[in-house]
């Protein structure tokens, strides 16, 4: 088997999130039929290849079935034609709204927000992955495993430790019991988000520095937005907000753009860092 194929980070991401989409109907009981699903699957596909050939480009349906699984997950409507209306809106927006080579927005993050802002016929699920903690170990060990494999582990990690940061100081501030943020943390659509939103490699900064402004800044907004503008669905418009910034950080700290398969960067951003200060503090040879 070609190694190149099984060094894409999407590969695995589309057999965990098809495996949590499974686990979902026979365990969680997910409120979305399976032709809903395959509807989401063939319009992103199709738009993919639309898009594709239009800039005539191979099409890669890898990003597009990713997508489809994102939008099934979390999306819900009581026909199939707001969800299909979802997945065109988030393939059209890979080719359409792009910045310095790249699309701005996540593609699911986009077509999520202009439903819930433009319509009423679909709304997300929070709710539905209930606040199970094995459930939460679950996706969490899965998306370490991921975002790993995509070098985007620093991602989820920052945007939880702030999150987690602000919930615990929230309820230490109004005296309410630690149990509270700890079961607000349990829920998988919020680690869902974490692990398999927000550190996608191709809407998140290249640049280490960028990126953790980039996610500790979705963690502050998405804390305001649910806490204080009492949003249920302040994580996805924080996300929103963030990739309009992205730009202005990824100009403040460039970086090699990101491509499928890269390993992970971070630790080549720490040696890079602790050599230089070797360097400063060396003495010359006598």
């Not at 969490?140 to 582990?153: E, H, K, P, V, W």
Request: proline letters at 5%.
């Amino acid at each position: 088997m070609n190694r190149g194929f099984l060094r894409d980070p999407r590969i695995y991401q589309i057999l965990m999130l098809s495996g949590l989409l499974v686990l979902g109907w026979l365990a969680r009981a997910f409120e979305i039929s399976p032709s809903h699903a395959i509807a989401i699957l063939v319009t992103a596909c199709a738009m993919q290849w639309l898009g594709s050939v239009m800039i005539a480009t191979r099409p890669d349906f890898k990003s597009a079935t990713i997508t489809a699984l994102s939008l099934t997950l979390l999306l819900r409507a009581d026909t199939v034609w707001p969800l299909i209306a979802a997945a065109a809106i988030a393939i059209g927006s890979k080719f359409t709204l792009r910045l310095g080579g790249k699309h701005i927005f996540n593609p699911a993050n986009f077509a999520i927000v202009t439903m819930v802002l433009m319509s009423n016929a679909a709304w997300t699920t929070p709710g539905q992955w209930g606040t199970a903690i094995w459930l939460a170990a679950l996706l969490a060990g899965i998306g370490f495993f991921i975002t790993y494999r995509a070098a985007r582990l620093d991602v989820p990690i920052i945007f939880m430790g702030t999150y987690a940061a602000l919930l615990f100081g929230r309820a230490i501030w109004l005296g309410d019991p630690l149990a509270i943020p700890l079961l607000r943390l349990e829920n998988g659509a919020l680690i869902l988000f974490a692990f398999f939103m927000i550190s996608d490699p191709k809407t998140t900064p290249d640049g280490f520095i960028a990126r953790c402004i980039f996610t500790s800044g979705a963690a502050l907004l998405a804390y305001i937005l649910t806490f204080h503008f009492y949003l249920t669905d302040g994580l996805f418009f924080s996300l929103a907000i963030m990739t309009v910034i992205r730009p202005v950080l990824e100009w403040l700290d460039p970086a090699p753009k990101y491509q499928w398969g890269d390993q992970i960067d971070i630790q080549n951003f720490i040696k890079r860092r602790f050599s230089k200060k070797l360097a400063v503090h060396q003495l010359p040879a006598e």
